[in-house]
């Protein structure tokens, strides 16, 4: 079958065959239709720091998607051929205190699909029945070949109370715009989202933020004064990564404010300690979604009229796999799909 591989410990991605993937008797194989490409199958691509420490090659990459099942284990009872499907993509130990305890989400010993083995960017992927996700009411395809940061849109957007809330996310890539359109779905007050890039504020727009605000050119105060703000937010979502993004939110936070953080930081960074002290600010790591609350979530948000349209920026049949990854690496647009069923 035709694949997307990390063929050598280099820069670069190489289309090329390789064996479809066996089905043990727990798993599902499932015929990709359409793939998202996630800011991990850049650094892949590229061979940062993080990818050479993270993957040893060859690996098939890839971890967002949707498929139609062809085949299960001999184990598996609840999902048929001709299901449609989208992957959770962190694979989890099954043994540690929190697999245990029902608390996947935080295994201790996660292995990323398309980082710590071979991933759904190809014709075909095996997955264990565990991580497959049914989509038992009708979903865009693009949508559902999104689920996975999807989900991790929900899950940070979901961390605190929203209805009634002043919301400040600062990042509007991907899933800080599926971030906002959850947060404002979910009844916040206002939403504002900060970003350097006028084509995505744009696209915060079109799902609805109260203030899409250019950092480059004003600063969250400046923006916290035109919404009429007097104590400053209630909860933020932090999704930039960025050091400059989390020490503004914190400076603008009303106190008892609570911060969920998924944007990842290349490296450690200083902020302002007393603060968080003196303002008494929660911090949630995020990471991943939770196994399965967080999928119900998106189906049903979906099934009520949340509208994610606007994020599909780009699409492209899997043979242009290298335009689409420049696209998806320029920074400006939204999500970026792959067809496999081209
Ligand atoms: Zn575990």
Sequence with gaps: MK??????????????DVPEPAVGAGDVLIKVLRTGICGTDLHIRSWDGWARQSVNAPLTIGHEFVGEVVETGRDVAEIRAGDLVSGEGHLVCGKCRNCLAGRRHLCR???GLGVGRDGAFAEYVALPAANVWVHRVPVDLDIAAVFDPFGNAVHTALSFPLVGEDVLITGAGPIGIMAAAVARHAGARNVMITDVSEQRLELARQVGVTLALDVGRSSIAEGQHQLGLREGFDVGLEMSGRPEALR???????HGGRIAVLGLPSQEFPVDWSRIVTSMITIKGIYGREMF???????????????????????????EFDAAFADAAGGQGGKVILDWAA
Aim: proline residues 6%; aromatic residues 10%.
């Design 3 to 16: 694949a997307l591989v990390k063929q050598k410990a280099e820069p670069g991605l190489w289309l090329t």
């Design 109 to 111: 010993a996660t292995v």
């Design 248 to 254: 503004d939110m914190i400076g603008n936070m009303t």
């Design 293 to 319: 609350e967080t999928w119900y979530a998106m189906s049903v948000l979906l099934e009520g009229g949340l509208d994610l349209a606007p994020v599909i920026t780009g699409r492209y049949p899997y043979q």
